[in-house]
């Protein structure tokens, strides 16, 4: 009898934006963090909801607990935008950034951050800026 892994691999740009697809939906702003294992496999997942449509406090020092919490060697961050534009906004990469500073210290890769919105996907990996 084979036996298959329970637990998805989230390994690329298509996988990411499978496990978070329901966010682009939203009427609020909402952000997912998956936590990884070193071969992608997935340990845990965050999701933090906010009362505005346009605005999230990512809390950085939960993120990090919860990687430290589920040893994650990686991690991918989502959230949608409402407004139905994917693009990035400066307040998405300034939080993007802090995330990424934060997560180095503590050897936990930050393996994509996406946008997610009725009028598509973003992958900050694919813009080049991770």
């Given amino acids: 009898m084979l036996m298959t892994d329970p637990l998805p691999r989230i390994c690329d740009f298509a996988a990411a934006r499978a496990l978070f697809a329901q966010m682009a939906e939203a ?16 340990l845990g997942m ?31 961050m989502a959230h949608n935008h409402p407004s139905g534009d994917p693009r990035p906004s400066r307040a998405d990469r300034a939080t993007t950034r ?24 973003v992958s900050f990996r694919a813009l080049g800026w991770l």
């Fill in 27 to 42: 009427w609020t702003e909402t952000a997912g963090f998956a936590y990884l294992a070193g071969d992608g496999r997935l």
């Fill in 98 to 121: 802090r995330l990424l500073h934060a997560l180095e210290p503590v050897d936990v890769r930050l393996v994509d951050h996406l946008i997610l919105a009725r009028g598509g996907a």
């Fill in 46 to 76: 965050r999701h933090v909801h906010s009362v505005c449509a346009d605005a999230i406090d990512v809390p950085v020092r939960q993120i990090v607990a919860d990687a430290l919490a589920f040893d994650a060697a990686g991690m991918v």
